[in-house]
Each structure stands twice: as structure tokens, then as C-alpha cells.
């Protein structure tokens, strides 16, 4: 799961860029579907794809499991850049069944303070 100590460096890449003073939001996505399908990997064989998944989970967890639309990333990463609820937040991100928060900045926004409430 950890092949050449990425995650690793993506550990000590967080931690860089929450001791530095900036404003940030980490978003841990599970593995990414739809493409493009450019490295040679299950994802790549099984060309996955979310079809219904549209649905978002968001978790303060650091889950390493579970699947994530790379659109739907996307929207999300473009959502929280202009949340201020989201700034200092870490989360992991996951697609689920269903429809989801699409471009709709309130369905977002709404997504975002319930998983990052509880922090502290």
C-alpha cells in the first residue's frame, strides 16, 4: 500500500504545509475513477468508471479505502477554495451511490460544515 514511501511523503508534505503558517485544506481522495487511464494499475485494467456514484462521503478519517470521481473531486477541491468553513480542515474524500452535490455551492458548503463540526 505503500510502494516507494508515498505516502510517506505525502505525510510529511501535510505536515510541511499545516506547520507553515498558510491557509490550507487537505482533501484525501480514495482511488480515482473516470479516467484518464494513464498509469499502469487495477484502476487502468478495469478502466473504472463512478456511473451512479455521484454521491459524496466525507470523513476526518485518514481512509485509504474506497473510490473517488475524479469530476466530482474536482468540484469538490473548487468548492472548498472558496468555503472559509473548509480552511484548516483535513478529510477524506469518497464517491458514493447516488446523486450528489453536482456544482451546487450550498449542497457543498452543507457537506463540508457537518464532517468538519467536530474538529477541534
Known sequence: MNAFGVLDYKKMSEEYL????????IVRPGRLTDGPYTSYDLN???QATSGNRQNVELSMEDKLNGEMSRITLAEGISQALQLPCTEGGVLSMMSREGEGPGDKTEKWEKLYRNCLETRS
Do not use: A, R, V
Request: hydrophobic content about 25%.
Open 18 to 25: 499545516e506547520g507553515s503558517g498558510l491557509p490550507y485544506t
Open 44 to 46: 487502468t485494467l478495469l
